[in-house]
């Protein structure tokens, strides 16, 4: 999730440590670099096959619009994607969109889509304690356990696209990957505890630009993931209009690329469970 994000501000309370953080400005640079030198210093490594183009769509948090129209769109073209989603945040109303509940995780997993775990609180996991954050990604598998159980880990996408060295060893023992942003197609030697993505945000004319990234990995194939929020006629900042999305998954069935869940993808790499 885009690390200036409105919403999620509103959603995370105050941490007990908030006191002595940095003014936001120089903590915004913190968790620049903190991101820069993680993708410096792989934590494990995949080899992403360059054999065909693979592509991902993956929402964050998680607005019910996503459910209704963006979950709608990927099956009407046979395919399905990951949605990250922060129990926290169940059925919350926001003045500009409102997040989805147990019912709409139900639905999704029902229409085999693949439930993905945001963390329970989505606050920066920076600034959570590892006490603290282990309680949180306990709390969360609890949710998302009960509206979508299954064996075998889940997939997890960092609040803020925000990464933490001293969490790496908690986060690969929970789950299969961790994806953050970067704005970078996953190609070869690939941090599973850190994959790169795209964002799908406002202006519509960006998202409109977005098919370069689906014609750059059909010419050098690898693994390209998408990350947006809302999919909706007014959307956020954070999101984009049914048509926008349409345009953007019909170009890539329409450009061959195998369009697949996270967990799908993994699978049809070889990797097997444990994201190796
Ligand atoms: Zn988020």
């Keep these: 999730m885009h690390s200036l994000d409105m919403h999620s501000l509103a959603v995370s309370p105050p941490a007990p440590e908030a006191a002595c953080r940095l003014p936001a400005a120089i903590d915004r640079l913190a968790g620049s670099l903190t991101n820069r030198l993680i993708r410096a210093t792989r934590w494990r490594v995949i ?26 769109i990927l099956e009407a073209h046979g395919a399905r994607g990951t949605f990250y ?10 003045p500009d969109r409102t997040l989805i509940d147990a019912a709409g995780c139900r ?3 029902a229409r085999g889509h693949e439930i993905g775990c945001h963390t329970f609180g989505h606050q920066d996991v920076r600034h959570v304690d590892r006490a603290r954050f282990v309680a949180d990604l306990a709390d969360n598998a609890r949710y998302l356990d009960a509206v979508d159980p299954r064996p075998g880990r889940r997939n997890f996408a960092y609040p ?9 060893r908690i986060l690969t023992r929970s789950y299969r990957t961790c ?8 190609r070869g030697p690939t941090d599973p505890t850190f994959l790169e993505a ?7 004319t960006h998202v409109a630009g977005l098919t370069r990234w689906i014609d750059a990995l059909v010419a050098k194939p690898g693994w390209l993931i998408f990350f947006t929020h809302d999919i909706a006629p007014a959307p956020t900042p954070y999101g984009c209009t049914p048509e926008a ?12 690329c195998c369009v697949l869940s ?13 994201g190796r």
């Design 198 to 204: 795209v964002e799908i945000r406002q202006p519509e």
């Design 179 to 186: 994806r953050a942003g970067g704005e970078a197609i996953n």
């Design 85 to 94: 989603i922060s129990g926290g945040l169940e059925g919350r109303v926001e």
């Design 47 to 72: 080899e992403v096959p360059s054999l065909q183009p693979i592509v991902s769509f993956t929402f964050d948090d998680v607005p019910d619009s996503a459910l209704h129209a963006g979950a709608a």
């Design 245 to 256: 999305f349409e345009r953007l998954v019909a170009h890539a069935v329409e450009r061959g």
């Design 262 to 274: 996270v967990d799908a993808a993994l699978d049809s790499m070889g990797f097997r469970e444990g």
């Design 160 to 168: 803020y696209n925000s990464g933490s060295f001293g969490k790496r």
């Design 107 to 109: 639905e999704l997993a």
